[in-house]
Nanobody, 127 residues
Framework: QVEIVESGGGSAQVGGSLTLSCVLSSDTHRTACMVGWFRQRVEEEREGVAT????????FYADSVKDRFTISQANSQSTVFLQMNDLKSEDAAIYYC???????????????????WGRGTKVTGSS
C-alpha cells in the first residue's frame, strides 16, 4: 500500500528553524526512485523545494531555499527529512512530500513528475 505521511509543521519565527519528516510506507520506499518536498502557498501553484534520489546520488534544491534547507534521508530510506533554517516569511506554506518510482533525470523539482503524495503539513510564521 502506498502511503506517505508528513509531520513536523508548525509555527516558526523569522530566522527560526523547523524539521519536517516524511515517512514512507514499506511499499512506497521500496519502489521510490526519488522523494521530494514541495510547498504551496495560498492561491499559488505548488512548487518544488528539494528532491533526493533514494540512492543519494543526487540532490536538488530550489534557488529560494539553497543554503537554508537541507534534505536528507534515514539509512532505511523510509524517512526523508527537510531541515529548514533561517526561515523567512515567504516560507510559510503547506509542505507536501511526494515519491516518484521512475528514474528519469529531468525536472526533479516539477510536481507533475511525482506520482505518490502525502496530505501535507502546514508551516506558519509567528511574530
Amino acid at each position: 500500500q502506498v502511503e506517505i505521511v508528513e509531520s513536523g509543521g508548525g509555527s516558526a519565527q523569522v530566522g527560526g528553524s523547523l524539521t519536517l519528516s516524511c515517512v514512507l510506507s514499506s511499499d512506497t520506499h521500496r519502489t521510490a526512485c526519488m522523494v521530494g518536498w514541495f510547498r504551496q502557498r495560498v492561491e499559488e501553484e505548488r512548487e518544488g523545494v528539494a528532491t533526493i534520489y533514494t540512492d543519494v546520488s543526487r540532490i536538488f534544491y530550489a534557488d529560494s531555499v539553497k543554503d537554508r534547507f537541507t534534505i536528507s534521508q534515514a539509512n532505511s530510506q523510509s524517512t526523508v527529512f527537510l531541515q529548514m533554517n533561517d526561515l523567512k516569511s515567504e516560507d510559510a506554506a503547506i509542505y507536501y512530500c511526494a515519491a516518484e518510482p521512475i528514474c528519469e533525470s529531468w525536472s526533479e523539482l516539477d510536481p507533475k513528475r511525482f506520482k505518490n503524495w502525502g496530505r501535507g503539513t502546514k508551516v506558519t510564521g509567528s511574530s
